[in-house]
């Protein structure tokens, strides 16, 4: 490294520094809510940048302001923004205003939704706050640069914004104390196994906010607890460095050293970097004195890393003490011009609709009997130190409620104002869980399936076997992976023989390892591909519920439709035998994972369509396929791989007028054998099919069923209270079902515990034909019961 360069690795460490020192007293200041910053990790990150080449992708976390500010993807201004909370996507491009402060992302989606190159610029995957979180999914970001080296149908000009011959390296960081995660973990011992091109850096500044280095970590070092991971000649494994954090020099050339075995020989590298410091402690919320001794922080003052790095300057005559002065004022004052920048910027988007309602409440006031007190709500507003929009929002309504029952233009101006003023904000804080442009699973055309006059009756495996073969062929991005996929094609042969005839690399098998399964589809997801990622069962999910509704779910509305991940989560679940195998969690899922869509198609018919819509568009999805399904005879379309099924559209399986029953999934087949005993007794049951519970219902069909049978029941096999509940309160509350009721309502769910082994356990746990045909005489019998007396 030349002079030039070093001194400009320098300019950045004293901006970093100072920016770290402002934004505190920001926060302090009460001009922002919370601070986190990278102060102590400058020196390590500005190396670290040096070896991040176009192309390559970061997963870190909240500390590496100074790595982002060294790559030029995240401006003084633009950190300052996020501080405030700026909604405006020119002024904090990595969220728009909706992620607290230290969390950097680039925008790798365009405004219509496509993807724009990533082959050529520098990629960030949008971080996350829960500790090691940003673990998982450094697996497929990883994979994809494996998958684009070396399956030659990836390798055409329609994949070459992607990647550069699979020649990207995934940058990952993490502090020492989140080392102790299963996340890091189960990652680190993945990445080994497969061995994929990922430089990790683990910032070890001894501390996890009070708690230090004996609680952490076998050994006290995460590089001497991790000895074993270390390659061989004999066994692939991991290259594992340790170098200081002050050390500067040392620094550049161990992550130059890590890059080029990631890069060219796809080798996981961790480097420990040690001896860090934390200069400002962990955050805002405390300070570090609390629980540092002061030899500690006496060592802390001498080995900052910043201080190390100015002195070897100096050592080695790369500059003048006058010219390190100078540059370090030059870094005061640009931090200090861009704080105030981004300060104003913040401020000045809010004041047009401030001034907007001070002047129509004043006018309000002028025309109104109450003028004192709604002249003190304007005067309440103007006066207001640093007032944000909630302010605004608060002040109309306030005005509003003085004048409740005097209507005027006045009045209705504010009224007015208000309902623009609110909408606005709900696109700046409520939109985009979902992708709303072109490539929104909502807009994949229809296509509906077709039968020749001689369709064969095949098992269910059998059909959706067939759909993953048309789909493999059809698009190379499409693989399949997790436990037991690969050679046996999974533990219910949905994928059995395709290993064999697309190979290992796009249909493989995996360690009991459900988090980095899931991370691995997100991070290949994130990289144009379209990864299928299998969860073995449905109550194995909580093993990765936190890289689902942590990551995926709310990718692409934290970063405003920045960044996307269409992941498709494969599993299986309702009804078999036993505690661990019968689940159905669905209020967990409905309860944690908005921001995906969740399918539950009642046979494998609709499941192939269901996959073919979701590989159509860029949305992430969970598809829970029936259990005990896979070897019920169905009838084959002739269009497999062709015909789609909509999302949001509830199917009438069979037709009544005296009860609608909503249900879904394996649910389907109960109802309908309690709807042909509830047949013999003269009650009528229309039965709906939800088909996906997120979304549901989009046209209110529903309640267009209710209004005939006047009578509803919800049925599911989640525990009381629960997806039933979210069924009644979406068509009773959302769809105004209430006001078409002659009957209470009802739920019918599983018992709370979990259900019992064998088939008396499934029986007396879960609903059946005979509590369904119950349930719904009792509500019969309420009705008219002379024609439906008491049974038993």
């Given at each position: 490294?030349?002079?030039?360069?070093?001194?400009?690795?320098?300019?950045?460490?004293?901006?970093?520094?100072?920016?770290?020192?402002?934004?505190?007293?920001?926060?302090?200041?009460?001009?922002?809510?919370f601070g986190i910053f990278g102060d102590g990790k400058e020196v390590p990150q500005v190396a670290m940048a040096r070896a991040f080449q176009k192309g390559d992708w970061r997963s870190g976390y909240y500390r590496d302001q100074t790595f982002m500010m060294a790559i030029g993807e995240m401006s003084i201004q633009a950190?300052?923004?996020?501080?405030?909370?700026?909604?405006?996507?020119?002024?904090?491009?990595?969220?728009?205003?909706?992620?607290?402060?230290?969390?950097?992302?680039?925008?790798?989606?365009?405004?219509?939704?496509?993807?724009?190159?990533?082959?050529?610029?520098?990629?960030?995957?949008?971080?996350?706050?829960?500790?090691?979180?940003?673990?998982?999914?450094?697996?497929?970001?990883?994979?994809?640069?494996?998958?684009?080296?070396?399956?030659?149908?990836?390798?055409?000009?329609?994949?070459?914004?992607?990647?550069?011959?699979?020649?990207?390296?995934?940058?990952?960081?993490?502090?020492?104390?989140?080392?102790?995660?299963?996340?890091?973990?189960?990652?680190?011992?993945?990445?080994?196994?497969?061995?994929?091109?990922?430089?990790?850096?683990?910032?070890?500044?001894?501390?996890?906010?009070?708690?230090?280095?004996?609680?952490?970590?076998?050994?006290?070092?995460?590089?001497?607890?991790?000895?074993?991971?270390?390659?061989?000649?004999?066994?692939?494994?991991?290259?594992?460095?340790?170098?200081?954090?002050?050390?500067?020099?040392?620094?550049?050339?161990?992550?130059?050293?890590?890059?080029?075995?990631?890069?060219?020989?796809?080798?996981?590298?961790?480097?420990?970097?040690?001896?860090?410091?934390?200069?400002?402690?962990?955050?805002?919320?405390?300070?570090?004195?609390?629980?540092?001794?002061?030899?500690?922080?006496?060592?802390?003052?001498?080995?900052?890393?910043?201080?190390?790095?100015?002195?070897?300057?100096?050592?080695?005559?790369?500059?003048?003490?006058?010219?390190?002065?100078?540059?370090?004022?030059?870094?005061?004052?640009?931090v200090k011009e861009e704080k105030n920048a981004a300060f104003k910027a913040f401020l000045d988007s809010m004041v047009d609709d401030r001034n907007k309602i001070i002047s129509l409440i004043e006018n309000l006031a002028a025309n109104e009997n109450e003028s004192e007190s709604i002249k003190a709500v304007a005067d309440?507003?103007?006066?207001?130190?640093?007032?944000?929009?909630?302010?605004?929002?608060?002040?109309?309504?306030?005005?509003?409620?003085?004048?409740?029952?005097?209507?005027?233009?006045?009045?209705?101006?504010?009224?007015?104002?208000?309902?623009?003023?609110?909408?606005?904000?709900?696109?700046?804080?409520?939109?985009?869980?979902?992708?709303?442009?072109?490539?929104?699973?909502?807009?994949?055309?229809?296509?509906?399936?077709?039968?020749?006059?001689?369709?064969?009756?095949?098992?269910?495996?059998?059909?959706?076997?067939?759909?993953?073969?048309?789909?493999?062929?059809?698009?190379?991005?499409?693989?399949?992976?997790?436990?037991?996929?690969?050679?046996?094609?999974?533990?219910?042969?949905?994928?059995?023989?395709?290993?064999?005839?697309?190979?290992?690399?796009?249909?493989?098998?995996?360690?009991?390892?459900?988090?980095?399964?899931?991370?691995?589809?997100?991070?290949?997801?994130?990289?144009?591909?379209?990864?299928?990622?299998?969860?073995?069962?449905?109550?194995?999910?909580?093993?990765?519920?936190?890289?689902?509704?942590?990551?995926?779910?709310?990718?692409?509305?934290?970063?405003?439709?920045?960044?996307?991940?269409?992941?498709?989560?494969?599993?299986?679940?309702?009804?078999?035998?036993?505690?661990?195998?019968?689940?159905?969690?669905?209020?967990?899922?409905?309860?944690?994972?908005?921001?995906?869509?969740?399918?539950?198609?009642?046979?494998?018919?609709?499941?192939?369509?269901?996959?073919?819509?979701?590989?159509?568009?860029?949305?992430?999805?969970?598809?829970?396929?029936?259990?005990?399904?896979?070897?019920?005879?169905?009838?084959?379309?002739?269009?497999?791989?062709?015909?789609?099924?909509?999302?949001?559209?509830?199917?009438?399986?069979?037709?009544?007028?005296?009860?609608?029953?909503?249900?879904?999934?394996?649910?389907?087949?109960?109802?309908?054998?309690?709807?042909?005993?509830?047949?013999?007794?003269?009650?009528?049951?229309?039965?709906?099919?939800?088909?996906?519970?997120?979304?549901?219902?989009?046209?209110?069909?529903?309640?267009?069923?209710?209004?005939?049978?006047?009578?509803?029941?919800?049925?599911?096999?989640?525990?009381?209270?629960?997806?039933?509940?979210?069924?009644?309160?979406?068509?009773?509350?959302?769809?105004?079902?209430?006001?078409?009721?002659?009957?209470?309502?009802?739920?019918?769910?599983?018992?709370?515990?979990?259900?019992?082994?064998?088939?008396?356990?499934?029986?007396?746990?879960?609903?059946?034909?005979?509590?369904?045909?119950?349930?719904?005489?009792?509500?019969?019998?309420?009705?008219?019961?002379?024609?439906?007396?008491?049974?038993?």
């Open positions: 490294m030349n002079k030039k360069d070093i001194l400009q690795d320098y300019q950045i460490v004293a901006e970093s520094r100072e920016t770290a020192l402002v934004g505190r007293k920001e926060v302090f200041m009460g001009k922002a809510k950190f300052f923004a996020q501080l405030y909370a700026h909604t405006d996507l020119e002024a904090e491009p990595a969220s728009g205003g909706r992620m607290m402060n230290g969390h950097f992302g680039t925008r790798w989606i365009d405004n219509n939704g496509d993807w724009k190159s990533q082959a050529d610029t520098y990629n960030v995957a949008s971080d996350i706050s829960p500790t090691a979180g940003q673990m998982p999914r450094i697996m497929g970001l990883s994979y994809a640069s494996k998958l684009y080296r070396k399956e030659t149908k990836l390798q055409g000009e329609a994949f070459s914004k992607f990647s550069n011959n699979g020649n990207e390296v995934v940058f990952s960081t993490i502090g020492n104390a989140s080392t102790s995660e299963g996340m890091f973990l189960e990652t680190i011992n993945a990445v080994g196994v497969m061995q994929l091109p990922v430089v990790m850096s683990v910032w070890d500044d001894q501390y996890g906010i009070s708690v230090g280095p004996e609680h952490h970590t076998v050994k006290q070092s995460i590089s001497k607890a991790l000895e074993g991971f270390q390659r061989t000649e004999e066994h692939p494994g991991i290259e594992i460095f340790e170098v200081n954090g002050w050390d500067y020099p040392a620094l550049v050339e161990t992550y130059q050293a890590a890059a080029k075995l990631a890069r060219e020989e796809h080798v996981p590298c961790l480097v420990h970097v040690v001896e860090i410091t934390q200069p400002q402690g962990h955050s805002t919320s405390g300070s570090h004195e609390r629980y540092k001794s002061k030899e500690r922080l006496s060592w802390e003052e001498e080995f900052d890393c910043v201080k190390k790095m100015r002195e070897w300057i100096l050592a080695e005559g790369h500059a003048t003490e006058e010219e390190l002065e100078a540059m370090e004022l030059a870094a005061k004052k640009k309440g507003l103007k006066n207001a130190f640093n007032p944000i929009k909630l302010d605004t929002i608060k002040a109309a309504k306030k005005a509003l409620r003085i004048v409740r029952s005097k209507p005027s233009p006045a009045r209705m101006a504010i009224q007015k104002w208000l309902q623009e003023a609110e909408e606005k904000h709900r696109q700046e804080y409520n939109t985009l869980l979902y992708c709303e442009d072109s490539s929104s699973a909502l807009k994949v055309p229809v296509i509906a399936p077709t039968y020749g006059e001689d369709a064969e009756m095949k098992d269910g495996r059998e059909i959706i076997n067939g759909f993953f073969f048309k789909a493999m062929e059809k698009d190379p991005r499409v693989f399949a992976f997790g436990e037991d996929v690969g050679k046996i094609g999974d533990v219910n042969q949905g994928m059995a023989g395709l290993q064999d005839k697309f190979g290992a690399l796009r249909v493989h098998d995996t360690s009991i390892r459900e988090m980095t399964i899931i991370g691995e589809g997100t991070g290949a997801a994130m990289r144009g591909l379209r990864p299928i990622a299998e969860i073995q069962y449905l109550d194995y999910l909580v093993y990765a519920l936190n890289t689902l509704t942590d990551d995926v779910a709310c990718l692409h509305h934290r970063t405003a439709g920045g960044q996307k991940a269409p992941l498709i989560v494969r599993t299986r679940g309702h009804r078999l035998e036993g505690v661990w195998h019968s689940g159905s969690p669905i209020s967990m899922i409905l309860g944690s994972l908005r921001g995906m869509y969740v399918l539950t198609p009642r046979n494998f018919v609709q499941a192939a369509g269901m996959y073919n819509t979701l590989l159509q568009a860029d949305d992430p999805a969970l598809v829970i396929e029936c259990l005990n399904g896979y070897r019920l005879k169905e009838k084959m379309p002739s269009n497999l791989g062709e015909y789609t099924v909509p999302l949001g559209q509830p199917e009438i399986l069979r037709s009544g007028t005296d009860v609608t029953v909503v249900t879904y999934g394996s649910m389907c087949r109960i109802i309908a054998a309690a709807a042909e005993d509830l047949a013999q007794v003269g009650i009528s049951v229309e039965i709906i099919d939800a088909q996906t519970l997120v979304p549901f219902d989009l046209e209110h069909k529903i309640v267009e069923s209710i209004k005939k049978t006047n009578r509803v029941v919800f049925a599911d096999e989640d525990v009381q209270g629960g997806a039933s509940a979210y069924l009644m309160q979406k068509v009773l509350d959302e769809q105004k079902a209430y006001q078409y009721l002659d009957s209470q309502p009802i739920c019918i769910a599983s018992q709370d515990h979990r259900p019992a082994y064998g088939s008396d356990g499934d029986y007396f746990s879960k609903p059946n034909p005979e509590t369904i045909f119950d349930a719904i005489y009792k509500m019969m019998h309420e009705y008219d019961p002379q024609q439906f007396p008491e049974i038993y």
